[in-house]
């Protein structure tokens, strides 16, 4: 069963940084373009990040671009999300994707708050 399971979320202030992770399970994560998507209180869901199989291309939200960067590691299957610089219009729930095989996380709270 493919299963993908975040963590690395909590409360940080603004300006802080967190590293969110993604381990994946059931499936070898580098064969698949993988995402971060994230959603706030009482909005819709919306994409972050993309990286490819290969890891060399990545692609991101305008309002992320330049404080975020996604990364993958292979050997560990494990997708992460490096955040800094992070403002209180960052506060979502962040999950990784799978799209192709339709599989998501069950997400991490992150919360940028004084």
């Known amino acids: 069963q493919s299963q993908l399971v975040e963590s690395g979320g909590g409360l940080v202030q603004p300006g802080g940084s967190l590293r969110l992770s993604c381990a994946a399970s059931g499936f070898t994560l580098d064969y698949y373009t993988v995402a971060w998507f994230r959603q706030a209180p009482g909005k819709e869901r919306e994409w972050v990040s993309d990286i490819n199989s290969g890891g060399d291309v990545t692609y991101y939200a305008d309002s992320v671009e330049g404080r975020f960067t996604i990364s993958r590691d292979n050997a560990k299957n494990t997708l992460h999300l490096q955040m800094n610089s992070l403002k209180p219009e960052d506060t979502a729930v962040y999950f990784c994707?799978?799209?192709?095989?339709?599989?998501w996380g069950q997400g991490t709270l992150v919360t940028v708050s004084s």
């Open positions: 994707a799978n799209r192709y095989l339709q599989v």
